[in-house]
């Protein structure tokens, strides 16, 4: 009998050797690689869309219409672009204990009572497990199919019996082929379980909604090709300590990648949030030094966020601390040697903290003005005028660039009550002036960091 041949994997991101590395090549993960049987059918012959093999003039193919699937989650359908297409895959991916089984037993349900044919595939729980959640959720008597299995043969032959039209898989890692002899969550049983579902997605029109863990670094785990096989990658992020929850779309075949849906979470699940800005404001300090407000983007949407700082001087001698919670390290250490060299703050001798509240992470540099007034609000002791708001990015010379989409962002700051805003001057040179703005909310125009900082009281 002919041996069976073997390569070497990495389980962090897919890298392929002949031989066994102590450090990864591809990720430089230490100890990663790991030994796989290479399975007789290859990963082409086993993703082959329906229709494969014909070949079709354009104007020939017949066109279809776009129908969406709403899961009665508007949030989750505001991600997906307006609700899930018919024989697409979803892969949603997140912290273990963030949300992710829950959000997705909450869409089957509601899929389910809206009468389209549901059958959610549990790998982790048993069906009283299941049960129980949905009698948490509060809709146990709706008609969802369930079934507790992970060998993916058996899961075909049940789903060709039913010919569902939405499938929730949770989780592709606890999903296996027993013919290809390697364990539940391997590099080689991921990438062909994923392969083959997508086959039967595309080949039967089901919508496949798929779990995946992710690593500690936070990328999923198992070989980048998976997000390639997908139609949409969602990531669910938050803090495990905050109720809040954000789902953003990483990839999306059939929509935007700009929107992003907010939850939080109770004991009845993820509920829906409709204002998030008047969330996240609602306990803020009035007149305290070092709350300022930043209106920020979260996708297309504008959300307010209130970023707390913290400079006190350093007790414990040596270097002093730098801590930044909801923000990028290396961009707040950035902004404090701007405080220091152009504004003339004396912080080398100071801890400084930055926390942007409810645990939300800002990624776009429309924070930095926010940020370094935060500081120099809570240096000098002096607050920023409570219906203020602060928006801008702030270069290495100390000038303060424009940002985008401005007038969202004003709006926004508008219906949540401020009268005021620091806004970049080049935001206003090119023609725009706000006019239907300016009734409700005062723009102060600031090209240089010391011009904002003269507006702290």
């Not at 495990?240 to 109770?266: A, E, P, Q, V």
Request: hydrophobic letters at 40%; proline letters at 4%; glycine letters at 12%.
């Amino acid at each position: 009998m002919a041996r069976k041949k073997t390569i070497f994997m990495c389980r962090e991101c897919g890298y392929e050797t002949r031989k066994w590395m102590g450090r990864c090549p591809g990720c430089q993960a230490w100890n990663s690689v790991v030994e796989e049987l290479v399975p007789d059918q290859s990963l082409e012959s086993a993703f082959r869309p329906a229709g494969a093999g014909e070949i079709k003039r354009l104007g020939d193919i017949d066109s279809l219409k776009e129908e969406r699937l709403c899961t009665g989650i508007n949030e989750l359908d505001r991600v997906l672009g307006g609700g899930a297409v018919p024989g697409s895959a979803v892969l949603v991916g997140g912290d273990p204990g963030i949300g992710k089984s829950t959000l997705l037993l909450q869409a089957a349900l509601g899929l389910a009572g809206q009468g389209y044919s549901v059958v959610y595939v549990a790998g982790e729980e048993s069906l009283q497990q299941i049960k129980m959640r949905s009698e948490r959720i509060g809709q146990a008597q709706v008609p969802l199919l369930v079934l507790s299995e992970t060998d993916y043969n058996r899961i075909a032959d049940r789903l060709l019996d039913v010919l569902p039209q939405v499938v929730i898989v949770d989780s592709i890692q606890t999903v296996m082929k027993s013919e290809l002899g390697s364990v539940p969550g391997s590099v080689v049983q991921v990438r062909e379980v994923t392969a083959s579902l997508v086959q039967l997605a595309k080949s039967g029109s089901i919508t496949f909604f798929i779990v995946g863990h992710v690593t500690k670094e936070g990328n999923l785990a198992g070989p980048r090709l998976l997000e390639h096989m997908v139609d949409s990658v969602l990531y669910l992020e938050g803090e495990r300590y905050h109720s809040f929850r954000i789902l953003r779309g990483i990839k999306n075949r059939f929509g935007s990648t700009n929107d992003t849906g907010i939850f939080t979470m109770d004991g009845r699940g993820l509920i829906e949030v409709h204002n998030p800005s008047a969330l996240f404001l609602e306990q803020r300090p009035r007149d305290a030094a070092g709350s300022v407000v930043v209106p920020t983007m979260e996708g297309s949407r504008p959300l307010m966020v209130e970023i707390q700082g913290l400079v006190t001087p350093s007790c414990f001698g040596g270097n002093p601390r730098r801590n930044s919670t909801g923000l990028d390290f290396n961009r707040v250490a950035l902004l404090v040697a701007v405080l220091e060299k152009r504004a003339g703050f004396q912080l080398q001798s100071c801890d400084v903290f930055i926390n942007v509240v409810g645990g939300v992470k800002i990624m776009e540099p429309a924070a930095d003005l926010g940020v370094a007034m935060a500081l120099a609000s809570s240096s000098r002791d002096r607050p920023v005028p409570y219906r203020t708001m602060v928006v801008g990015e702030v270069g290495l010379t100390g000038e303060v660039r424009p940002v985008g989409r401005l007038e969202e962002r004003l709006r926004e700051g508008v219906k949540m009550g401020f009268n005021r805003c620091l806004v970049p001057r080049g935001n206003l040179a090119g023609g725009f002036t706000y006019e239907t703005i300016r009734k409700d909310l005062d723009l102060a125009e600031v090209s240089t960091l010391a011009q904002a900082l003269d507006f702290i009281e």
